[in-house]
């Protein structure tokens, strides 16, 4: 076995579970977590409030390069803060998530992203002894050497179901920020087939617990190695 801190890199579309299964694994581990999406959600929501247009591509840079943002890894209680100004309940507003892939496809902003967030896991993992780190580019772009490297995928009716019963609203309304986003969010990025080397694991017919059991069963599988 390995004493290297584990780095686990999870990917994959919205509304398959990535956020909530990577916090329980994480937890399960005893190890931080690092949530990629928040950290564009804390961007998007930072340069509305500062009246910067977001289809100033530089100007949107500029604001990834400086932004004053803090982000809390505990998995039990994970935060988000620009500024000393907590923002977790406003980065999951509505009009976050319809602005967000327009800060997310600027590919200067991603090169930024891409650094900060591989720093960040080198950071956490050696505080922790590992990290947990969810989005859509870490496996292939942010920590493409991570030992654990994962595609969570699952069926569009599924995500549309889980989406629509946490927000409790019809199914169909939750299309727009689960299947437009992402086919917005994959101009950028490769998260609907897995990379070489990267294992998927489709929780279509999973259930929560079974999906977290998934992770960590390739988890232990590769702390064996
Ligand atoms: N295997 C599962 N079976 C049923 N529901 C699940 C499963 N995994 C996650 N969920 C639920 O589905 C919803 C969406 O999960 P989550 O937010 O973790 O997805 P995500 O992939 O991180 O989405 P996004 O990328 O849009 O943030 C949550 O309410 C979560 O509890
Ligand atoms: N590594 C990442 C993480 C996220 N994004 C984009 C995709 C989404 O539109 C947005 C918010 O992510 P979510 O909180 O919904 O998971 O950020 C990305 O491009 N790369």
Not at 12 to 32: C, F, Y
Not at 46 to 57: E, F, K, M, T, V
Not at 67 to 73: A, I
Request: aromatic residues 4%; contains cysteine; hydrophobic residues 45%.
């Amino acid at each position: 076995m390995s004493d290297q801190p584990l780095m686990i890199a999870i990917d994959g579309p919205s509304g398959t579970g990535k956020s909530s299964v990577s916090k329980a694994v994480a937890r399960a581990l005893g190890v931080g977590y690092l949530d990629t999406g928040a950290m564009y959600r804390a961007l998007t929501w930072w340069c509305l409030d500062q009246g910067i247009d977001l289809s100033d591509q530089a100007a949107v840079a500029r604001e990834a390069a400086s932004y004053p943002l803090e982000m809390g890894t505990d998995p039990a209680a994970p935060s988000v803060s620009v500024g000393g100004r907590a923002i977790d309940a406003q980065i999951r507003e509505g009009r976050i998530t319809a602005a967000v892939s327009q800060v997310a496809t600027n590919l200067q902003v991603r090169a930024l992203m891409r650094d900060k967030q591989h720093a960040l896991m080198q950071q956490i993992a050696s505080a922790t002894g590992g990290v947990v780190a969810e989005g859509r580019d870490i496996t292939t772009v942010v920590a493409p050497d991570a030992q654990v490297r994962i595609l969570m995928t699952a069926s569009e009716e599924a995500r549309m179901a889980r989406r629509s019963k946490e927000l409790a609203v019809e199914a169909e309304s939750t299309r727009s920020q689960i299947v437009d986003r992402d086919r917005i969010d994959s101009t950028v990025s490769q998260f609907h087939t897995a990379a070489d080397g990267v294992v998927t694991v489709d929780t279509t017919t999973l259930n929560f617990e079974e999906s977290v059991e998934a992770v960590l069963a390739i988890a232990r599988g590769a702390g064996s190695d």
